[in-house]
């Protein structure tokens, strides 16, 4: 049966998913970029917290909090400044950005290893995993079950984020510029919202948020060089449930594939024996349903095979 | 004071130049040509290189009636004894994991083109990336491939030959001319009009679908050779190094071909075995020279993937077309119109 724990689990994940996918579909709606950097967002906003903690002595979440999404958001305007915007301007496609981007999330993820091998090296502290534990919020206990410091903190952070988000994108004018931008670029650009300025902002706020997720991860799991890393599958499959165009069923991705991964898996376990390490399955599974049942139309791959069939029928 | 063995390098550089360039070979097929961005080009080479090492391994084992499989030290033992007693179960258990590679590694290919080739680039690129992960997460934790070990013990096609720079020349000859004949047939591929419909799909996928080219099918179908042609890339490096483990196997891989594809320019073959030759050079060279060289402020390893990645972005900012350009295709009709230009040309 489901237990309790693996409810707190789900939220606790699924929260923390939200946070890490919810920026990738916001950066690709506006910039139509798959911007593989994000997983270097997640690590460094993690790595930043690491630093803090472990070098500097710093046990404030809330300093390492404003400390990632700064750097985190450097980075992604960087990227957008040094990189994004001169391919764009010479009319490069979307094969070519992507690649471009993966090239730099190479980069970017063996130069913090051997910044963190450095690191480690100097202070004689193994930086390469470290568990962190914030001193903020303290365990509480509800009628037996333990409700961690971590979850609550997921909890604030998150609401925190995405009330922050919504009302930058539904009420100022800023974020009504970023939504024109994602509608029609053409568009927007001929009615005299400053392109180049409006992304940049864009792209600070995605930095950071992923960041912070990244933050949020590592006071659940083990942080490691390899943190955004590991987590491709799962940001990846909940970007591609919200469409790479929804927001919101983004949001919802987050929860049905924490929920897959924990509930889902906690009961194939125990109903037909499947060992627990075969969990990334479960989510590339999900990921394969959703594209298979869920098409979306004509975007970039010509028309769909129904349309094909129907024509065909027809003759 | 440098101690450089000359022959050992040309011979482990021409190894790893023919398997890498098989493999950029069929990654330009499917990005420069087609316009597939596919990120899980590890995928394909990993299954070929399990394969083969399955196939070689789990045979020998069954031959001799030993049960402990090739992943313990008894059966690491029972195959270094017995696996080279037989010239031609050895050539031929080569052979059969070539073929058996490029089969199972172009079906898984065109397999998963089913779900995405109906969606656009981006997520073909995410579901194989996905898929590239997913492969190596299976692979570490599945018991008959060994696990975090791999496999070891798998014999070298010519461990009968008993001097061993004279095998390691046997086996780059062998690779060199696999990789003749994959240039060969991809030159053949791109200048035929299969070729053409390929540089069309590319650039104007709609207007291709509406001139009546079935596009769904002629993207399965490069796929499907461009995968099979990874598998073959991972039977040739099993048998090279003779183990193979999931760690051979990350998503950088796949970047390592990317960066040569673009170095070389996409869209052009030779272009490919030029980035691939380049890339692999300065790996060979770093791989053979940091030894000596004793430097431990920065791990080597790290800085070699450090330049790639900045290397991928530079190209594409200041050298899009890459060092040789793309060239329109040679057709007899291309030709003769050519000639005759040349000739109005001299003429005046």
Same mark, same amino acid.
């Given at each position: 049966?489901?237990?309790?724990?693996?409810?707190? %689990?789900?939220?606790?994940?699924?929260?923390?998913?939200?946070?890490?996918?919810?920026?990738?579909?916001?950066?690709?709606?506006? %910039?139509?970029?798959?911007?593989?950097?994000?997983?270097?967002?997640?690590?460094?906003?993690?790595?930043?917290?690491?630093?803090?903690?472990?070098?500097?002595?710093?046990?404030?979440?809330?300093?390492?909090?404003?400390?990632?999404?700064?750097?985190?958001?450097?980075?992604?305007?960087?990227?957008?400044?040094?990189?994004?915007?001169?391919?764009?301007?010479?009319?490069?496609?979307?094969?070519?950005?992507?690649?471009?981007?993966?090239?730099?999330?190479?980069?970017?993820?063996?130069?913090?290893?051997?910044?963190?091998?450095?690191?480690?090296?100097?202070?004689?502290?193994?930086?390469?995993?470290?568990?962190?534990?914030?001193?903020?919020?303290?365990?509480?206990?509800?009628?037996?079950?333990?409700?961690?410091?971590?979850?609550?903190?997921?909890?604030?952070?998150?609401?925190?984020?995405?009330?922050?988000?919504?009302?930058?994108?539904?009420?100022?004018?800023?974020?009504?510029?970023?939504?024109?931008?994602?509608?029609?670029?053409?568009?927007?650009?001929?009615?005299?919202?400053?392109?180049?300025?409006?992304?940049?902002?864009?792209?600070?706020?995605?930095?950071?948020?992923?960041?912070?997720?990244?933050?949020?991860?590592?006071?659940?799991?083990?942080?490691?060089?390899?943190?955004?890393? %590991?987590?491709?599958?799962?940001?990846?499959?909940?970007?591609?449930?919200?469409?790479?165009?929804?927001?919101?069923?983004?949001?919802?991705?987050?929860?049905?594939?924490?929920?897959?991964?924990?509930?889902?898996?906690?009961?194939?376990?125990?109903?037909?024996?499947?060992?627990?390490?075969?969990?990334?399955?479960?989510?590339?599974?999900?990921?394969?349903?959703?594209?298979?049942?869920?098409?979306?139309?004509?975007?970039?791959?010509?028309?769909?095979?129904?349309?094909?069939?129907?024509?065909?029928?027809?003759? | 004071?440098?101690?450089?063995?000359?022959?050992?390098?040309?011979?482990?550089?021409?190894?790893?130049?023919?398997?890498? $360039? &098989?493999?950029?070979?069929?990654?330009?097929?499917?990005?420069?040509?087609?316009?597939?961005?596919?990120?899980?080009?590890? $995928?394909?080479?990993?299954?070929?290189?399990?394969?083969?090492?399955?196939?070689?391994?789990?045979?020998?084992?069954?031959?001799?009636? &030993?049960?402990? *499989?090739?992943?313990?030290?008894?059966?690491?033992?029972?195959?270094?004894?017995?696996?080279?007693?037989?010239?031609?179960?050895?050539?031929?258990?080569?052979?059969?994991?070539?073929?058996?590679?490029?089969? +199972?590694?172009?079906? +898984?290919?065109?397999?998963?083109?089913?779900?995405?080739?109906?969606?656009?680039?981006?997520?073909?690129?995410?579901?194989?990336?996905?898929?590239?992960?997913?492969?190596?997460?299976?692979?570490?934790?599945?018991? *008959?491939?060994?696990?975090?070990?791999?496999?070891?013990?798998?014999?070298?096609?010519?461990?009968?030959? $008993?001097?061993?720079?004279?095998?390691?020349?046997?086996?780059?000859?062998?690779?060199?001319?696999?990789?003749?004949?994959?240039?060969?047939? $991809?030159?053949?591929?791109?200048?035929?009009?299969?070729?053409?419909?390929?540089?069309?799909?590319?650039?104007?996928?709609?207007?291709?679908?509406?001139?009546?080219?079935?596009?769904?099918?002629?993207?399965?179908?490069?796929?499907?050779?461009?995968?099979?042609?990874?598998?073959?890339?991972?039977?040739?490096?099993?048998?090279?190094?003779?183990?193979?483990? *999931?760690?051979?196997?990350?998503?950088?891989?796949?970047?390592?071909?990317?960066?040569?594809?673009?170095?070389?320019?996409?869209?052009?073959?030779?272009?490919?075995?030029?980035?691939?030759?380049?890339?692999?050079?300065?790996?060979?060279?770093?791989?053979?020279?940091?030894?000596?060289?004793?430097?431990?402020?920065?791990?080597?390893?790290?800085?070699?993937?450090?330049?790639?990645?900045?290397? &991928?972005?530079?190209?594409?900012?200041?050298?899009?077309?890459?060092?040789?350009?793309?060239?329109?295709?040679?057709? *007899? +009709?291309?030709?003769?119109?050519?000639?005759?230009?040349?000739?109005?040309?001299?003429?005046?």
């Amino acid at each position: 049966m489901i237990n309790p724990n693996q409810i707190l %689990t789900m939220v606790h994940i699924g929260l923390i998913y939200m946070v890490l996918a919810v920026p990738l579909t916001l950066s690709y709606k506006t %910039t139509k970029i798959i911007n593989f950097v994000h997983i270097n967002f997640i690590t460094y906003g993690a790595y930043m917290a690491v630093f803090l903690y472990s070098v500097i002595g710093l046990k404030n979440v809330f300093v390492a909090a404003v400390a990632a999404f700064l750097l985190g958001g450097m980075m992604a305007v960087i990227d957008n400044v040094f990189v994004f915007e001169p391919l764009r301007r010479r009319g490069a496609n979307v094969v070519i950005l992507m690649i471009a981007s993966l090239g730099l999330w190479i980069f970017y993820k063996y130069f913090l290893y051997s910044v963190v091998d450095a690191a480690s090296r100097v202070i004689k502290v193994n930086l390469v995993s470290q568990l962190i534990r914030f001193e903020n919020f303290p365990s509480l206990y509800v009628g037996g079950y333990v409700v961690k410091g971590s979850l609550l903190m997921t909890i604030l952070f998150s609401f925190l984020l995405m009330g922050l988000l919504y009302i930058i994108l539904q009420k100022t004018a800023i974020g009504k510029a970023i939504r024109a931008i994602s509608d029609n670029p053409g568009l927007a650009e001929i009615s005299g919202i400053p392109r180049s300025k409006v992304l940049n902002f864009m792209w600070f706020l995605a930095g950071g948020i992923a960041s912070i997720g990244g933050m949020l991860w590592i006071t659940y799991a083990i942080a490691t060089p390899e943190v955004g890393d %590991t987590l491709i599958l799962q940001i990846f499959a909940i970007a591609v449930i919200g469409g790479l165009n929804s927001l919101l069923w983004t949001s919802v991705g987050a929860f049905i594939i924490a929920a897959a991964e924990t509930i889902g898996m906690a009961l194939l376990n125990q109903y037909f024996g499947v060992p627990t390490s075969f969990k990334p399955f479960i989510t590339f599974s999900t990921l394969l349903t959703v594209i298979i049942a869920f098409p979306p139309l004509g975007a970039g791959g010509g028309l769909p095979y129904r349309f094909i069939k129907k024509r065909r029928g027809e003759k | 004071m440098l101690q450089f063995d000359i022959l050992g390098f040309l011979a482990s550089w021409g190894t790893f130049l023919g398997i890498y $360039a &098989i493999l950029s070979i069929s990654l330009n097929l499917e990005v420069g040509f087609t316009g597939m961005a596919n990120f899980g080009k590890v $995928a394909f080479y990993a299954i070929g290189a399990y394969l083969g090492a399955i196939i070689s391994t789990y045979t020998i084992l069954a031959i001799h009636n &030993i049960s402990s *499989p090739p992943y313990t030290t008894e059966g690491i033992i029972a195959l270094g004894r017995y696996g080279g007693e037989n010239p031609a179960l050895t050539v031929g258990l080569f052979v059969l994991s070539l073929i058996i590679g490029f089969i +199972v590694a172009g079906v +898984v290919g065109y397999l998963l083109t089913y779900p995405t080739l109906r969606v656009g680039p981006a997520f073909l690129g995410i579901t194989l990336l996905s898929f590239g992960e997913l492969l190596r997460i299976f692979l570490q934790n599945y018991e *008959p491939v060994g696990k975090t070990n791999g496999i070891a013990g798998i014999p070298h096609p010519f461990v009968w030959v $008993a001097n061993t720079a004279l095998r390691d020349w046997l086996y780059v000859i062998v690779v060199l001319g696999i990789l003749a004949i994959v240039y060969l047939y $991809a030159q053949r591929v791109v200048n035929s009009p299969f070729g053409r419909v390929l540089k069309a799909i590319r650039d104007d996928e709609t207007a291709a679908l509406c001139m009546g080219k079935h596009v769904p099918r002629t993207k399965a179908t490069v796929l499907f050779i461009g995968s099979g042609f990874a598998g073959v890339a991972g039977v040739l490096m099993a048998f090279y190094l003779s183990s193979v483990n *999931p760690n051979m196997f990350v998503t950088t891989v796949t970047f390592n071909i990317w960066a040569m594809v673009i170095l070389g320019g996409l869209a052009n073959n030779k272009g490919a075995i030029l980035g691939a030759g380049i890339v692999t050079f300065v790996d060979r060279i770093l791989t053979f020279v940091t030894p000596n060289l004793g430097i431990t402020a920065i791990t080597p390893d790290y800085m070699r993937w450090m330049v790639v990645g900045l290397l &991928i972005v530079l190209v594409l900012m200041f050298l899009p077309k890459g060092l040789i350009p793309e060239k329109p295709i040679d057709t *007899p +009709v291309w030709k003769a119109v050519r000639k005759l230009l040349k000739e109005e040309v001299n003429g005046e």
